[in-house]
């Protein structure tokens, strides 16, 4: 059993700040891509940025140099830190983690909201 525990999300301005953080708790394959899915109304879920073990990363282009993730492996936590929020920000962001081996297993966590308004 692995549980996901997101925290961070709110309502900021535009050209804001917040950092969202995810911790999974239970057992999960030591090498494993933890990250953070969006998904705002009438449009499907898509990648906002990923992390794997070893500390490579990967960010939609919508976010390049205004988002930063990271991990913490001794913790099982990811961590979002969003800068210059933009109103198409907007969504419900969801932790991810999927193991890196033969049938890995995948976890989501329940979402957060973000809301980016003046």
């Known amino acids: 059993q692995v549980d996901m525990l997101e925290s961070g999300g709110g309502l900021v301005q535009p050209g804001g700040s917040l950092r969202l953080s995810c911790t999974a708790s239970?057992?999960?394959?030591?090498?494993?891509?933890m990250g953070w899915y969006r998904q705002a109304p009438g449009k499907e879920r898509e990648l906002v940025a990923n992390?794997?073990?070893?500390?490579?990363?990967n960010y939609a282009d919508s976010v390049k140099g205004r988002f930063s993730i990271s991990r913490d492996n001794a913790k099982n936590t990811v961590y979002l830190q969003m800068n210059n929020l933009k109103p198409e920000d907007t969504a419900v962001y969801y932790c991810?983690?999927?193991?890196?081996?033969?049938?890995?297993?995948?976890?989501w966590g329940k979402g957060t909201q973000v809301t980016v308004a003046s």
């Open positions: 239970g057992s999960i394959w030591i090498s494993n891509v």
């Open positions: 992390i794997v073990t070893g500390g490579r990363t």
């Open positions: 991810h983690v999927r193991e890196i081996r033969r049938d890995p297993a995948v976890y």
